[in-house]
């Protein structure tokens, strides 16, 4: 089936450094993916929909300068958080859909910025 | 908009019995309805999803759910509970029309106790 790998599923980093975190469609070519965030013990909030070859969708309260997301091809979105900061800290997971209605997951990363 | 409610941020039932997780919808749209379930530091995995087919809707690991527009309600079931169904459960709703986003309920955490 449908297969979205996300990597690394952990980092730590220093504050101030930033981290790019890797969202790949595996057998699948995905024109759209997302990028969600998710605080500990909550839900899931989309942040951004990343467009193969255009600039990414940010939700309101984003910031784009922060979370920098390429979607150079086809199979691959990245999404960069620069100058990380404690704050930054949480589970990050990607999604693709590889056809209609159907949405595969990322296992998720998990950033400690210290 | 769409938006969901998760009647119930924690279940917990014994291994054996049934299990219900409750769930509410508000959509301007005919809506699409998922469940998701999360286990820790894990990506989603799907569970099953209604789509304006059947409306009562079997998925993976022996969960249904039952879509009841007059209720504006998708309840996941599952008739014995198994250890390994301790997890975090999403219920999701996406538009039909327009963009491919998915607002997730608050979350739903299922324990078993043996």
């Known amino acids: 089936g449908a297969v979205v790998s996300q990597h690394p599923s952990r980092v730590i980093c220093k504050s101030g450094t930033s981290v790019k975190i890797e969202c790949r469609s595996l057998d699948f070519q995905a024109t759209t993916m997302f990028w969600y965030r998710q605080f500990p013990k909550q839900s899931l909030m989309l942040m951004a929909t990343s467009n193969e070859g255009s600039k990414a969708t940010y939700e309101q309260g984003v910031e784009k300068d922060k979370f920098l997301i390429n979607h150079a091809s086809l199979t691959l979105s990245t999404l960069t958080v620069t100058s990380a900061h404690p704050e930054d800290s949480s589970f990050y997971i990607c999604?693709?859909?590889?056809?209609?209605?159907?949405?595969?997951f990322g296992s998720g990363t998990r950033l400690t910025v210290v | 908009a769409q938006s969901v409610t998760q009647l119930d941020s924690h279940v917990s039932v014994s291994e054996g019995t049934p299990v219900l997780l409750r769930c509410n919808y508000s959509s301007s749209y005919s809506p699409s309805l998922f469940w998701y379930v999360q286990h820790p530091n894990k990506g989603l995995q799907l569970l099953l999803k209604?789509?304006?087919?059947?409306?009562l809707v079997k998925g993976i690991n022996g969960f249904e759910a039952e879509f009841k527009k007059s209720e504006t309600s998708f309840h996941l079931t599952k008739p014995s509970a198994h250890m390994s169904d301790a997890a975090e459960y999403f219920c999701v709703v996406s538009e039909v029309q327009g963009a491919q986003k998915l607002v997730f309920g608050q979350g739903t955490r299922l324990t078993i106790n043996p």
């Open positions: 209604y789509t304006s087919a059947a409306t």
């Open positions: 999604s693709a859909s590889p056809l209609q209605e159907i949405y595969t």
